[in-house]
């Protein structure tokens, strides 16, 4: 059993997870942000996700600029700046981390919580507890996105987690052993949406999978009356963009309990210099083919 400490984090034992080395600060470009169903549009002030009269769950737009911030990752980094391992595996129970952890999300909640650019806290960037009871990771969450909803009544609180751990066909990704078990996760009073991810070539999965593995999430989602956020999604095969990328997009806009979907990642070419940003194999270019099928083409669809 995890012992609390007066801010409602435990204190030990010490147990770790890992989560990806990038920072989940992202800023969502204005022409993504409409009213339909699968961008993401801003909250309004005091918002809760709301459903719309045919029970598919939408937030409601505004004219903010959303912003995702994670707090954890900037925690981590202070983290890691006092260990000597580069590593992404940090204690969530430490002491360390049970003194910095708290002091870090009010200071940082307490700059930002009425600003109108702040979308909603992401706890982490793809957090996992591999070979963990899931009760680790569900604990750690109760008690984190409690402690933020105690600083902070008005913007929405989500996990930032892959989807990992509910029922489907047994295949990797459905596991729970990454210590994550979704629907325990989403169901938790203070997170207000559930994310989830879809990268095939990492998980030993065929592209075609995803669609199942959409339409999973969204029917948890409508059972528990809360939005998905399909947050993360790409394949590496440059040919495979348009055709593969597009049919999830359709799936997830079919899909009942489905809010949106933001594809990894955004590229576009530096005014500047002329150069492109960076192309990790996923990466969409403005202006490009693949943008009008995955971006133009997209919005045409949602209406």
């Not at 930002?112 to 706890?123: G, I, K, P, T």
């Given at each position: 059993m995890l012992e609390q400490t007066a801010t409602?984090?435990?204190?030990?034992?010490?147990?770790?997870?890992?989560?990806?080395?990038w920072d989940t600060s992202r800023r969502l470009d204005k022409r993504f942000c409409g009213s339909g169903g699968s961008t993401m549009p801003s909250p309004t002030p005091a918002q809760a996700p709301s459903t719309s009269s045919s029970s598919r769950a939408r937030l409601r737009p505004s004219t903010r600029e959303p912003m995702v911030s994670s707090v954890w990752m900037r925690l981590s980094r202070r983290l890691r700046s006092m260990a000597s391992s580069s590593s992404s595996t940090l204690s969530t129970t430490g002491p360390t981390t049970a003194a910095w952890q708290?002091?870090?999300?009010?200071?940082?909640?307490?700059?930002?919580?009425?600003?109108?650019?702040?979308?909603?806290?992401?706890?982490a960037n793809e957090p996992r507890c591999n070979g963990c009871q899931t009760s680790v990771l569900t604990s750690w969450i109760r008690q984190t996105s409690?402690?933020?909803?105690?600083?902070?009544?008005?913007?929405m609180i989500t996990v930032g987690d892959e989807g990992f751990g509910l029922a489907g066909d047994g295949s990797y990704p459905y596991q729970f052993t990454e210590g994550i078990d979704w629907a325990a996760n989403l169901a938790l009073p203070n997170i207000s949406f559930g994310t989830f991810h879809l990268y095939p070539g990492s998980w030993g999965v065929s592209n075609s999978w995803g669609n199942g593995w959409?339409?999973?999430?969204?029917?948890?989602?409508?059972?528990?009356?809360?939005?998905?956020?399909f947050e993360e999604y790409g394949v590496t095969n440059a040919a495979d963009h348009c055709p593969v990328e597009s049919q999830w997009q359709k799936t997830s806009l079919g899909a009942t309990g489905m809010a949106g979907d933001l594809f990894?990642?955004?590229?576009?070419?530096?005014?500047s210099t002329g150069q492109q940003t960076h192309?990790?194999?996923?990466?969409?270019?403005?202006?490009?083919?693949?943008?009008?099928?995955?971006?133009?083409?997209h919005i045409k669809r949602i209406g």
């Open positions: 409602g984090f435990p204190s030990s034992p010490t147990t770790t997870m890992s989560m990806s080395s708290p002091t870090f999300i009010k200071a940082v909640i307490s700059r930002y919580r009425n600003s109108n650019a702040v979308f909603a806290w992401e706890l409690n402690y933020i909803r105690s600083l902070d009544s008005d913007h959409i339409t999973a999430h969204a029917k948890i989602c409508q059972q528990l009356n809360k939005p998905c956020l990894w990642q955004l590229g576009d070419t530096i005014p192309n990790d194999g996923h990466t969409i270019y403005y202006g490009s083919a693949d943008w009008k099928c995955l971006v133009d083409d």
